[in-house]
């Protein structure tokens, strides 16, 4: 009796034990699962700034932007500082300033930087003050900025050392390498674009070395400009130096202009980097009329930009801008005061394709297209050869001398302990 009693109490016990085992079980594979999608379902403080920055929605709520080069800030933006962003703003401040540099790749925090960057100096006080919405957000956030700007920032090597993105575009040889005369808006790349001692020669106004393109950008990029006339290098030079405003190049003449990011290094140096994130390019079909006058493309036309989220990824391949492609961020005729995403309900309706924009402005007969301000005042009275250095130094000049820098390094350096 004994013995059957402790039998069965030994076979509850592990009655007891197996079903406590199943239920740990159990409870186990029903939470697990929950805890890894809370966890993937958190966000990256990384992500969430880079979204309020960069992703914009027009008034139909079409969305833009979320894979450009830059913030779309106007100089009268209300974004990000109206009322719905400016929340989501200053969460996405706070949220990433604790995180350690560390946790990102020197290309992530390249990137970030460059768009902290574009914020901070929507922030400087400017003239057009009366006329800008939000200057006491713009006041508020201006340190936190800084902050994580400087908590971004690579060393000098760091910076010389990311991904050329046109030389590995070059190098893929997914596009055409030369134009075609009969395809005015085919993109093409020529391989040696930019290469020193090439065929390119880099060139300006006599007058300065900086352009209205690295004016618009308030001078975080350099703008080389490039012309290369069919005879090749010494034919392109007799060209330059011998230039007296008359002389019409032949057909099949090209122009270029590439864009240089500057970033900011670990010592508050401008540094400029070797990410490239556009380029321009123009071949003269026609050198003695307009468009409209031959009522035909003049011109053929190639643009190539630079994907910040492929760029993280590691694709750092540019992407061809297409003939339909409409870019919002652009230099346009009001100097980009004007958001055309809080005034316009449907912006496709009211801005021109990408390509054709650049026709536009740069659309005077032959030598008239050469300028950087809208024809027919951009006319060049001269032209001078420039080194690649030269134009990195005249650049560099301008920023130091602009208040947006002046003001960053002041309040970087109240961030010192």
Request: proline share 6%.
């Amino acid at each position: 009796m004994r013995h059957e009693t402790t039998t069965t109490r030994t076979r509850a016990g592990r009655l007891q034990h197996v079903t406590r085992v199943l239920l740990l079980i159990l409870f186990v594979g029903q939470a697990a699962p929950g805890q890894v999608r809370a966890a993937e379902d958190t966000p990256d403080p990384y992500d969430e700034l880079y979204d309020v920055l960069m992703v914009r929605h027009a008034l139909n709520g079409v969305v833009y932007g979320g894979n450009e080069i830059a913030p779309m800030i106007f100089k009268f933006s209300a974004y990000p500082f109206d009322d719905k962003t400016y929340p989501r703003l200053s969460a996405a401040l706070d949220a990433l300033a604790p995180t350690k540099n560390q946790t990102y790749s020197p290309v992530q925090r390249a990137v970030l930087q460059r768009q902290l960057w574009a914020l901070f100096d929507a922030t400087t006080p400017s003239r057009f003050v009366s006329r800008r919405p939000h200057e006491a957000r713009r006041n508020a956030v201006r340190q936190r900025i800084a902050a994580l700007i400087r908590q971004l920032a690579l060393t000098r090597a760091e910076i010389e050392s990311l991904p050329d993105a046109l030389h590995a575009t070059a190098k893929a040889g997914k596009y055409a390498t030369a134009f075609d005369l009969d395809k005015p808006t085919h993109p093409f790349l020529p391989p040696d674009i930019g290469q020193e001692k090439s065929a390119w020669v880099c060139y300006s106004r006599g007058s300065s070395p900086v352009n209205l393109h690295a004016r618009d950008s308030r001078w975080r990029s350099a703008f080389f400009q490039f012309i290369r006339l069919p005879g090749g290098r010494d034919n392109t030079i007799q060209y330059i130096d011998g230039w007296n405003g008359q002389d019409v190049f032949p057909v099949g003449t090209q122009v270029a202009l590439i864009e240089k990011a500057f970033l900011i290094s670990d010592k508050g140096e401008l540094v400029l980097s070797p990410m490239t994130l556009g380029l321009q390019l123009r071949a003269f079909r026609n050198v003695e009329q307009t468009a409209r006058e031959a009522g035909t493309a003049t011109q053929c036309v190639a643009e190539f930009i630079s994907r910040p989220r492929d760029y993280i990824r590691g694709k750092t391949l540019m992407a061809a801008v297409s003939p339909t492609d409409i870019r919002l961020k652009t230099l346009r005729s009001d100097g980009g005061k004007q958001d055309v995403l809080e005034l316009v309900r449907d912006p496709k309706k009211s801005v021109r394709p990408r390509l054709q924009q650049c026709a536009n402005c740069h659309g005077g007969v032959g030598i008239k297209s050469l300028g950087d301000f809208v024809a027919p005042r951009g006319t060049l009275k001269t032209l001078k050869r420039r080194s690649q250095q030269e134009i990195v130094r005249a650049t560099t000049r301008a920023k130091q001398e602009d208040r947006s820098w002046q003001l960053l390094r002041t309040t970087w350096g109240r961030l010192d302990p």
